[in-house]
C-alpha cells in the first residue's frame, strides 16, 4: 500500500530515514506491504522541492553530503515553498517533522504539527519541543481529525521505549520509571570514574559529536527533562510541563564526589525519575549515586536505558542507543509502520 509522505527537516534524522528506506525498500514492500513515496522536502536551510509522483531520494542525499540546495534537484514541481506551505498543498499522508528542536518554546515545530494534524494528516516525529510542552493538545488534535500523533523517537531514539510500554508490557502497572536518557552525560560520569577532571571530559565529548558547542541542553539536565515530561505525560497520564518538574544536571559533580560513591558501592548516574506515590505522580532530573548490583549502574559511556517498575512483571530495563542518524531514522519507521498497519487493519 502506497503511503505519501512529506518530510519537513532533512538534518541527520531526515537522511537517515531516506537512506533506510532505500536500503530497506524491497524489504518493507514484502514483508510489510509498505511502499513509502516521499513527495516532498522542506529544510529552512537546505531548500524545499515538491513533486506528487515522488522525490528521488538518492539524488536529495547526493546534494544534502555535498552541502548544496536540494533545490538544485532537477524535474520537480514547485521550489522554495517554506514548511507551513509544503504541509498545507502537498497532500502527503504523513508527515515526518524533523526539524530543530527547541525544547524551551517547542516551535517552529509545534505549529508544523498543529498545521498537518488540522489536515487530517498523521505526525511521525522525533523532535521533543512539541511532545514534551503540548502532548495533551496535539493528541486530542490528532484524534479529532482522525490522525495520529507518533512520537516514539523522543525518548531513546530508535531503541523501542512507548512501543514496547504499550504493546509488549501492555496490561502491567506502571509504579516507576527510572533511566539514564542522555548519552552526553553518561559518557562524561564514565570517563571521570579513570581520574579524569569535568572539564576535560567535556572538550572530548564536544570533539567526538557527544556534546553540542554549547552542552547546557545536555550537562544541565534539559535534554532528559524533556524525555521524563513526556514519559509522565504519555505512559504515566499525566499532564505536566518541564516548569512542572525539579532539574539539576551534572556540572557540580567532582572527582571527590566520583570517588565518594565508588567508596560506597554506587555509581554516579544522570537518572530521570518517575514514580507513582499515593495516587500522585512525581518526577525529577538529577544526579544520584545507582548501587552496583542495580542493571543502571552497568549502563556505560553514550548508552542509555530505563527501568520500569510493573506490577506483573517487576523490574523490566531495556537499554540501547540514545541518539544516531541510522537509529533515530528507524524510529520514525517504527512509527510509520504502525500507521501503516493500522490503515491495513
Same mark, same amino acid.
Request: proline fraction near 4%.
Given at each position: 500500500?502506497?503511503?505519501?509522505?512529506?518530510?519537513?527537516?532533512?538534518?541527520?534524522?531526515?537522511?537517515?530515514?531516506?537512506?533506510?528506506?532505500?536500503?530497506?525498500?524491497?524489504?518493507?514492500?514484502?514483508?510489510?506491504?509498505?511502499?513509502?513515496?516521499?513527495?516532498?522536502? @522542506?529544510? !529552512?536551510?537546505? /531548500?524545499?522541492? +515538491?513533486?506528487?509522483?515522488?522525490?528521488?531520494?538518492? *539524488? $536529495?542525499?547526493?546534494?544534502?553530503?555535498?552541502?548544496?540546495?536540494?533545490?538544485?534537484?532537477?524535474?520537480?514541481?514547485?521550489?522554495?515553498?517554506?514548511?507551513?506551505?509544503?504541509?498545507?498543498?502537498?497532500?502527503?499522508?504523513?508527515?515526518?517533522?524533523?526539524?530543530?528542536?527547541?525544547?524551551?518554546?517547542?516551535?517552529?515545530?509545534?505549529?508544523?504539527?498543529?498545521?498537518?494534524?488540522?489536515?487530517?494528516?498523521?505526525?511521525?516525529?522525533?523532535?521533543?519541543?512539541?511532545?514534551?510542552?503540548?502532548?495533551?493538545?496535539?493528541?486530542?488534535?490528532?484524534?479529532?481529525?482522525?490522525?495520529?500523533?507518533?512520537?516514539?523517537?523522543?525518548?531513546?531514539?530508535?531503541?523501542?521505549?512507548?512501543?514496547?510500554?504499550?504493546?509488549?508490557?501492555?496490561?502491567?502497572?506502571?509504579?516507576?520509571?527510572?533511566?539514564?536518557?542522555?548519552?552526553?552525560?553518561?559518557?562524561?560520569? @564514565?570517563? !571521570?570514574?579513570? /581520574?579524569?577532571? +569535568?572539564?576535560?571530559?567535556?572538550?572530548e565529548a564536544q *570533539? $567526538?559529536?557527544?556534546?553540542?558547542?554549547?552542552?547546557?541542553?545536555?550537562?544541565?539536565?534539559?535534554?532528559?527533562?524533556?524525555?521524563?515530561?513526556?514519559?509522565?505525560?504519555?505512559?504515566?497520564?499525566?499532564?505536566?510541563?518541564?516548569?512542572?518538574?525539579?532539574?539539576?544536571?551534572?556540572?557540580?559533580?567532582?572527582?571527590?564526589?566520583?570517588n565518594q560513591a565508588?567508596?560506597?558501592?554506587?555509581?554516579?548516574?544522570?537518572?530521570?525519575?518517575?514514580?507513582?506515590?499515593?495516587?500522585?505522580?512525581?518526577?525529577?532530573?538529577?544526579?544520584?549515586?545507582?548501587?552496583?548490583?542495580?542493571?543502571?549502574?552497568?549502563?556505560?559511556?553514550?548508552?542509555?536505558?530505563?527501568?520500569?517498575?510493573?506490577?506483573?512483571?517487576?523490574?523490566?530495563?531495556?537499554?540501547?542507543?540514545?541518539a544516531g542518524r541510522?537509529?533515530?531514522?528507524?524510529?520514525?519507521?517504527?512509527?510509520?509502520?504502525?500507521?501503516?498497519?493500522?490503515?491495513?487493519?
Open positions: 500500500m502506497e503511503h505519501k509522505l512529506a518530510l519537513i527537516g532533512f538534518g541527520t534524522v531526515g537522511q537517515g530515514l531516506c537512506e533506510i528506506l532505500l536500503s530497506k525498500k524491497e524489504l518493507l514492500r514484502k514483508e510489510y506491504g509498505f511502499e513509502p513515496r516521499v513527495v516532498a522536502v @522542506s529544510d !529552512m536551510l537546505k /531548500g524545499s522541492v +515538491y513533486d506528487p509522483d515522488g522525490l528521488e531520494l538518492e *539524488k $536529495l542525499l547526493e546534494l544534502a553530503k555535498a552541502g548544496r540546495s536540494l533545490e538544485e534537484l532537477d524535474g520537480v514541481k514547485e521550489k522554495g515553498w517554506d514548511a507551513l506551505t509544503t504541509i498545507a498543498n502537498c497532500g502527503a499522508d504523513t508527515v515526518c517533522e524533523l526539524s530543530y528542536t527547541d525544547i524551551k518554546t517547542g516551535q517552529p515545530a509545534t505549529d508544523h504539527c498543529r498545521a498537518a494534524l488540522g489536515q487530517g494528516m498523521n505526525i511521525v516525529t522525533s523532535n521533543k519541543g512539541p511532545a514534551a510542552l503540548f502532548y495533551r493538545e496535539l493528541q486530542e488534535l490528532a484524534a479529532k481529525n482522525h490522525a495520529r500523533f507518533m512520537i516514539e523517537g523522543t525518548v531513546m531514539s530508535g531503541t523501542p521505549v512507548l512501543n514496547l510500554v504499550r504493546n509488549t508490557l501492555a496490561g502491567n502497572e506502571i509504579s516507576a520509571i527510572r533511566g539514564i536518557l542522555n548519552g552526553t552525560t553518561n559518557f562524561i560520569l @564514565s570517563q !571521570m570514574e579513570t /581520574g579524569r577532571e +569535568y572539564e576535560e571530559v567535556l572538550a *570533539k $567526538l559529536g557527544y556534546a553540542e558547542a554549547d552542552p547546557t541542553a545536555d550537562v544541565e539536565g534539559l535534554d532528559a527533562l524533556a524525555k521524563v515530561t513526556i514519559l509522565a505525560n504519555v505512559l504515566m497520564g499525566e499532564n505536566l510541563t518541564p516548569d512542572d518538574i525539579p532539574c539539576r544536571g551534572i556540572t557540580r559533580i567532582t572527582l571527590d564526589d566520583i565508588r567508596n560506597e558501592g554506587k555509581r554516579w548516574k544522570l537518572i530521570g525519575e518517575i514514580r507513582r506515590e499515593g495516587g500522585k505522580v512525581h518526577a525529577e532530573v538529577a544526579p544520584m549515586m545507582i548501587p552496583l548490583e542495580h542493571p543502571l549502574a552497568g549502563v556505560m559511556g553514550a548508552t542509555n536505558a530505563l527501568t520500569f517498575s510493573c506490577d506483573l512483571m517487576g523490574d523490566v530495563t531495556i537499554n540501547g542507543p540514545g541510522i537509529e533515530t531514522g528507524y524510529s520514525i519507521l517504527t512509527d510509520l509502520l504502525e500507521i501503516h498497519r493500522g490503515k491495513e487493519g
